[in-house]
């Protein structure tokens, strides 16, 4: 090759590149969270038994950046995994399980700098001042817009489809449940108050295409229980549901549109310094035309007040959810508030379901407060040595759905009937501890131990089967995040 052609290849070569560059102009950044643990349960969900279980999770991000007003987002979620089961174990490592949590674009518009828009699957949550939000807290596909209007006063817009289906098992046509939410997040002199709104339209077949149902008689019967359709029913719908006396369960399912709707307020006061006063506040219904045995409406209050002070964080916490009464059977309206996939977390064994917990948002995850009220009295930010910390939490819960609602009738019982420690009767009450110490061996790198208790105090004597009295959870958890 002569001078002139190797001349003009670097010269194309370097243009290519300089295309390229200018194309891909983004800055990019690779962030993510690792976490590997492990827990011991005595007797988990009140069920006699005992379960062992190491677990792996990896979270990475990549961001594009073009500007502070431009930049999309993306982040992967490989597992939980269970050490041993599917992709963990011997001769299955190519099963992996590896699902998109975040995919979305943010952008500002040009000259319209206060508003703001992203598009895609992201993190939604209506406002709360508390623990969490008991409608939704969850990354979903959807819309949403921000707009400042001064530095006081702002406004939010989103739109979102959490379920969908293209049909059910005898039943054509697509279905999905779409979901719109407005706040309003008002601050001044220490004080935001954030009062929102929320609808939910439920598609004519989404009472039985999402709930991948078989008619049978005036009732379906429920088939494919760990789908998101199922959750979707569970959070909407009345919990209604009979068993007969094999042990199979049954749910009325009305085939007409629904429509759910919500309003609340959270308040969060900052007056006083070190001094942190969260309240909560939420009313909803969910109807299903005059079909009384699937619709449920009912309400929630939460209360977080604590004080930092130079070694730990003292914190009384309270929450309230209305439960069902006596006669809520099969032919009137639960008396749950619904919800489309809420995470609230007072207390982290009882309502996270281990001890190890990162925040509302756990290794293994987190439930709703359903029918259930209580109070925890919390010490936070406990340290004497540097970089080891502490959370001592004591609390008392108790059912708010009435004890009788459980009870079963000529060999038919509500599918409530077995226990579970987050829908609790007003016959019910549990005493819980939870020791959680940190140790930051790194600045990226900590680890986590973890001793949750929680013991029986009373029992509705109705349940399906009597729930042991005492759990217990030992874990121990890595987190490395870059």
Not at 206 to 230: E, P, R
Request: charge should be neutral; include cysteine; aromatic fraction near 12%.
């Amino acid at each position: 090759m002569g001078i002139k052609k190797t001349l003009a290849t670097i010269m194309m070569a370097c243009l290519s590149f300089g295309s390229v560059s200018v194309a891909q102009s983004a800055e990019f950044k690779f962030s993510g969270i690792f976490i590997v643990a492990s827990e011991y349960q005595k007797n988990p969900n009140f069920v006699k038994g005992d379960a062992f279980d190491g677990l792996i999770r990896f979270r990475p991000r990549l961001d594009a950046i073009i500007s502070e007003n431009l930049y999309s987002s993306l982040q992967l979620e490989l597992g939980t995994y269970k050490f041993g089961y599917g992709p963990t174990g011997i001769g299955s490592r190519n099963n992996s399980n590896v699902k998109v949590r975040q995919m979305y674009i943010a952008s500002k518009m040009p000259g319209m700098e206060n508003l703001s828009m992203t598009l895609g699957i992201q993190y939604m949550t209506a406002p709360s001042a508390t623990f969490g939000n008991y409608v939704l807290d969850d990354n979903v596909a959807g819309v949403s817009f921000g707009y400042t209007i001064n530095e006081m006063v702002s406004f939010n817009l989103a739109w979102s489809r959490p379920y969908a289906t293209v049909g059910g098992q005898n039943d054509k046509g697509s279905s999905a449940i779409d979901y719109v939410q407005v706040d309003v997040p008002v601050s001044f002199s220490g004080v935001t108050i954030s009062p929102w709104a929320a609808f939910a339209n439920i598609t004519r077949k989404s009472g039985s295409s999402l709930a991948q149902a078989t008619k049978d008689g005036a009732t379906y019967n429920f088939s494919n229980s760990g789908t998101n359709a199922f959750l979707a029913q569970e959070g909407l719908m009345n919990a209604a549901k009979t068993w007969d006396t094999n042990g199979n369960y049954s749910y009325v399912i009305p085939n007409v549109a629904g429509v759910a709707w919500w309003v609340g307020a959270a308040v969060e006061i900052e007056a006083i310094k070190n001094l942190h006063i969260g309240i909560d506040g939420v009313y909803g219904q969910a109807k299903f035309g005059s079909n009384k045995a699937a619709s449920r409406e009912g309400f929630m209050i939460g209360l977080d007040v604590n004080y930092k002070l130079p070694m730990f964080t003292p914190a009384i916490k309270y929450w309230y959810a209305s439960g069902n009464k006596k006669n809520s059977g099969l032919n009137q309206a639960g008396g749950l508030m619904p919800s489309i996939s809420a995470a609230y977390v007072p207390l982290y064994f009882a309502f996270a379901d281990s001890s190890v917990t990162i925040g509302n948002d756990g290794l293994v995850g987190g439930y709703t407060t359903s029918s259930t009220q209580g109070v925890v009295l919390e010490l936070g930010d406990i340290t004497f040595i540097d970089n080891l910390t502490h959370l001592f939490q004591l609390g008392y819960m108790m059912g708010t759905t009435d004890q009788s609602w459980v009870r079963s009738t000529s060999g038919v019982a509500t599918e409530n009937a077995t226990f579970n420690p987050t829908f609790l009767t007003t016959a019910d009450s549990i005493l819980a501890l939870n020791f959680i110490s940190t140790y930051n061996i790194y600045e990226n790198f900590s680890t986590t131990f973890g001793v949750g208790y929680m013991n029986m105090l009373t029992t509705n004597s109705h349940w399906r089967v009597k729930p042991e009295d005492n759990v217990l959870s030992l874990a121990l958890g890595f987190q490395y995040t870059f």
